[in-house]
């Protein structure tokens, strides 16, 4: 059998900021934070030099996607306005354009003017949008018109609501119910560059989390790349009883779990320890039968 024939084929690719990202081997989205009330890493990038320090860190370690936020989505964040988004994520992305224009940069927002802007005026590559589209009605007509790739992640709720009591009938297949009819209804926008992110810790209870992770190989029938971002959530923290500073055990372990299931984006603040779990995990494959 080969390597390759799991139950994720893995043989996704697309092309972003004019190359083809080829999945057969997974990728590494590295966290940037700007944000001063992010859970983890809130106030530590606000600073040119800071920021530049972390970005150079992380492609050093082998990082394949920067992913820019300005917008905490921690349990009851703090609303930020419009033109707030806009400052720091032009800052930073001016940073990254003149010091690293190699690199691929993805933002996270779930504003469609946002996204446009980003894209149109600072020269962004992608999105992430943590609301799938449900917290702006018009962002998939303008993935649709900028025609970038898109990563649309599930969540219950808003990042205000979203831990006020989630429920599922069944939580692996439920999301992928929803996924199944929002990527329909982009391929008929004419947008076929979609990641799928589950969205672990969004609208989850600790039990939703951990069935998610064990169901994540069920997700191959959308036939779309996808995404993981465990690193340091909760979802760790409670389990283990500890802090987020003391989580990056249980995220490696979390991340080498899903790379066994057959993922193709880990979303992470440690890029080094992502790509390491990702050389072991593809060795281990050499030798399926």
């Known amino acids: 059998m080969n390597p390759k024939d799991t139950l994720f084929s893995r043989n996704h690719s697309m092309k972003i900021k004019g190359q083809f990202i080829d999945f057969s081997v997974p990728k590494v989205m ?22 530049a320090s972390k970005v150079e860190k992380m492609i050093l370690e082998g990082v394949d996607f920067i992913d820019v936020g300005a917008y905490s989505s921690q349990p009851g964040a703090a609303i930020i306005s419009y033109e707030e988004e806009v400052r720091r994520l032009s800052e930073t992305i001016k940073v990254l354009k003149s010091r690293f224009p190699a690199i ?17 005026e600072y020269g962004a590559d992608m999105i992430n949008d943590i609301s799938a589209g449900d917290m702006d009605k018009e962002m998939f007509s303008t993935i649709a018109d900028l025609q970038i790739p898109y990563v649309m992640m599930h969540m219950q709720g808003t990042p205000q609501t979203m831990q006020k009591n989630p429920k599922y009938e069944n939580v692996v297949k439920d999301i992928i119910t929803v996924f199944a009819g929002k990527v329909e209804e982009l391929k008929l926008l004419g947008v076929d560059d979609v990641i799928l992110d589950p969205g672990f810790g969004f609208g989850k209870n600790l039990d939703h989390n951990y069935k998610l992770m064990n169901g994540l190989g ?40 899903a790379l066994m299931k057959g993922i193709d984006i880990l979303r992470v603040h440690d890029v080094k320890e992502a790509v390491e779990a990702i050389k072991i995990v593809e060795k281990l494959n050499e030798f399926k039968s």
């Open 30 to 51: 590295g966290v940037l934070n700007v944000t001063p009330d992010s859970f983890y890493d809130g106030g530590r990038y606000t600073t040119e030099k800071k920021i």
């Open 218 to 257: 069920l997700f191959a029938v959308l036939n779309k790349p996808i995404m993981v971002g465990v690193s340091r959530k909760s979802m760790i923290g409670k389990l283990l009883g500890c802090t987020p500073d003391e989580a990056l055990n249980g995220t490696v372990v979390l991340n080498t779990v």
């Open 104 to 120: 691929i940069i993805s933002i996270d927002t779930f504003r469609s003017g946002i996204a446009r802007k980003m894209v149109e």
